[in-house]
């Protein structure tokens, strides 16, 4: 199986270190919830992703920007949004339908099944208009199904990765997580998810610190879905992981 990866930079899933859009193995810098993902996935596979050649696949928003391009020029210009959806839901919607083209072509490519999974911050304030998580989540799910790939899972942290990971991190860890969820994804905010976990950590960490604190503590799922939005993630990586091995 491959794992097709699509995130916002190094601090979510990983970057490409080789300028290249799209990019594996030892090209591939890994991010603090790529290790997440790769302890979630290791239970029902049995062995880690990570330590498979080809196994992580990542595909940088640049690449999903020229896919677009593409699709635009074949639809003559026209939307590839629709009316129904505002600029910022269409945005998700459509990066979710070009990943989803591009992991159907990354299976013929590897002879192998894949999963995709595409994060993006859900950020927002409170005063940020209720539902707009949900809405952005629906976008990704019906980008997928747009592009035909049903194994498509959409890593959509409320307000962001950090309140996941200072769920684990805060004193009294996976306790009231569900609250973590009404955090500031403003990072100018003094009650912002970035700063909350800094905190938590006496200073901030790098992305390779983070990526290290989390191989020696094993994240727990099961108290952490407590927050919805996680709870969505595990939901739907499960089924896409059904699909492939049954």
């Given amino acids: 199986m491959i794992v097709i990866l699509s995130g916002e930079g190094p601090t979510d899933l990983g970057q490409c270190n080789n300028a290249q859009s799209i990019c594996s193995d030892e090209q591939f810098q890994v991010g603090p919830m790529a290790v997440l993902l790769d302890q979630m996935l290791q239970p029902r596979l049995d062995y880690s992703p990570r330590t498979i050649p080809g196994a992580f696949q990542y595909v940088s928003e640049l690449a999903l920007k020229h896919r677009e ?6 639809s003559r ?4 949004v629709g009316k129904k959806r505002d600029q910022e839901t269409g945005y998700f919607y459509i990066n979710a339908w070009m990943l989803g083209d591009i992991a159907l072509e990354r299976e013929i490519t590897c002879k192998d099944k894949a999963i995709a999974i595409l994060f993006r911050d859900c950020d927002g304030t409170r005063s940020t208009k209720v539902g707009l998580w949900a809405a952005k989540w629906k976008s990704m799910v019906d980008g997928f199904k747009r592009s035909g790939f049903t194994r498509g899972v959409p890593m959509l942290p409320k307000p962001k990765s950090e309140a996941w990971l200072l769920c684990a991190a805060k004193n009294h860890a996976y306790q009231g997580c569900d609250t973590l969820e009404d955090l500031s994804g403003n990072d100018d905010s003094p009650n912002s998810a970035k700063n909350k976990l800094d905190a938590a950590f006496g200073g901030h960490k790098s992305t390779v610190e983070l990526c290290e604190w989390l191989e020696n503590n094993l994240f727990d799922v099961d108290k952490a879905s407590a927050m919805p939005s996680f709870k969505a993630f595990q939901d739907e990586l499960g089924r896409a992981l059904n ?4």
Avoid: P
């Fill in 69 to 74: 391009s593409i699709r635009k020029d074949e």
């Fill in 77 to 80: 210009k026209v939307s590839l």
């Fill in 243 to 246: 699909e492939v091995l049954n």
